[in-house]
């Protein structure tokens, strides 16, 4: 079985929240409250759950991998282990890509609101 499902959540992720600050960005002259406090809200799960999903996947993808070497005589080599060791890589680097384009992004939000109330 295998998790693909959560790098592309957190690549989806990492795609998104550049796009969740743009639309919010107009709503920071108009005083909209709700719409702001909903994109700055998705901004701050998608920043404090990315991290955790990519090294989750990480570890998942890790122990399958370990569990398939366990099963299988002669140990592979690691030209057989290198795809998995890269899925594992290729997971924790979109989760803290996310979490920083996410980051960023509220960040720059909040800045925006701090300058239009001041």
């Known amino acids: 079985m295998r998790m693909n499902a959560i790098p592309l959540t957190l690549a989806a992720a990492a ?3 550049p796009v969740v600050r743009a639309l919010a960005l107009p709503q920071v002259g108009k005083a909209d409250a709700k719409g702001l406090a ?3 809200g998705w901004l701050r799960i998608v920043r404090s759950a990315a991290a955790f999903l990519g090294f989750f996947a990480a570890s998942y993808t890790l122990l399958a991998m370990f569990l398939g070497i366990a099963k299988t005589r002669p140990t592979p080599s690691l030209t057989i282990l290198a795809p998995g060791f890269a899925e594992a890589t290729l997971a924790v680097m979109l989760g803290l890509l996310a ?3 996410t980051v960023i992004a509220e960040r720059h939000l909040e800045a925006r609101v701090r300058r239009a109330v001041a």
Do not use: D
């Open 38 to 40: 909903r994109s700055l």
């Open 99 to 101: 979490a920083t384009v």
């Open 15 to 17: 795609v998104a929240s």
